[in-house]
Every structure is written in C-alpha cells, then in structure tokens.
C-alpha cells in the first residue's frame, strides 16, 4: 500500500498582500490522520471472490489519499463517490473536495473543481479513471488551472459484508498552469 506521507517543500501558499485568496482547507490534521488509519484498515481487509459480489449496483462512499510533488509538494486528500454496477460492469462517480495538504501535515487550501470518475468492474477488479479541472492559488497570490487525471485500479473487498468495501492504488498527474505527479490510494465503504 502506499502511505501517502508529508514531503519537504512548501505547497500553493498565499502571500498575505497577494490579490487572489484561496479557499480555506475543509480538512484538519486529524482528518488526514483518520483517513491514513481508514486506507490501512480497508487495504488488509480480504478480498471478495467473484461468487460473493455484490449483484445490482452499489455506492461506494470514500476519500483518495496522495502524495504530490512538482510545483507543490505535500499529500492531498479528496472525497470520492464511486457507484459499481455489477451488473453491467459500469462505473461511474465523482471526486471532490480536493484538500492541498502542506509537508509538515497542517491543511493549506481546497481546490476548486470536481473529477469525473468512468470506468469498469470485471470480477472484482476495479479499472477506472478520474479526470477533470481543477483550480488552486500559487505562491504569488494568481488562480492558476490544471487537468487532472488519476487511474484508479483496484478491488472490492469485504468488510461487514461481502463486497461491501473497495480500496486501490492511485496514479495520476495534473497538467496546465501548475503541474502535479500524483501517487497514492483510494478506498470506500459501502453507502
């Protein structure tokens, strides 16, 4: 599993006399701290056998957990909805509420923008991606935009029942104004 962790060098922060201000964090250290426990539990949690699926579709209500670094380095840590139809193979979702997380673990600021998630369950497996815009503030007080994509691939697990959790690695990056390499987990329970 990957740990998303705290890497040196200061995120997107705001200068005090800058014209753009960005959104204030909607996370504490403790959320991140409960989250990391969270993604520990569901990853060793075993996996559910194809004869124990869930059948119809289920939502999936989690959060993704990451390291990033180029132009900021730190953690983010997002809210994600993911509904797997097991009956037809579909998946669908969103990720939002994107937390920049500073190295020393202390929230910075939440970006603005949703990840349309799309992808597909076959047995088990979760193959999907993540993509969309999002919109922070950089060191010098501008709104700057980036593409994000992140691959989601991973499984469905059991917690109090059959097929009642997922949990996966994340892989992605964002590309525009500022630019991100993007590397951790995401993980659910079932709604």
């Known amino acids: 599993m990957t740990k998303f962790t705290f890497l040196a060098a ?100 939440r970006l603005d923008g949703n990840l349309r998630i799309d992808g597909s369950e076959r047995s088990g497996t979760i193959d999907a991606v993540a993509t969309g815009e999002v919109t922070g503030v950089d060191v010098d007080g501008f709104v700057v935009d980036s593409d994000m994509r992140l691959d989601l691939d991973g499984a469905v697990y059991n917690d109090v029942i059959n097929g009642d959790a997922i949990y996966g690695n994340v892989d992605g990056r964002a590309r525009g104004d500022f630019d991100l390499d993007i590397e951790g987990v995401f993980f659910g329970t079932q709604r």
Request: charged share 15%; glycine share 10%; with cysteine.
């Open 10 to 109: 200061p995120l997107l922060v705001t200068l005090a006399a800058c014209a753009a201000e960005p959104n204030p964090p909607t996370v504490t250290e403790s959320d991140v701290d409960r989250a990391m426990a969270e993604a520990r539990r569901i990853s060793a949690l075993p996996a559910t056998s194809p004869l124990e699926l869930p059948t119809g579709t289920v939502t999936y209500d989690g959060q993704i957990g990451a390291d990033v670094s180029g132009n900021a380095n730190g953690s983010i840590l997002a809210d994600m909805t993911m509904h797997v139809g097991f009956a037809t193979g579909d998946i669908d979702g969103n990720v939002g509420n994107i937390n920049l997380i500073n190295p020393d673990g202390s929230p910075d600021q």
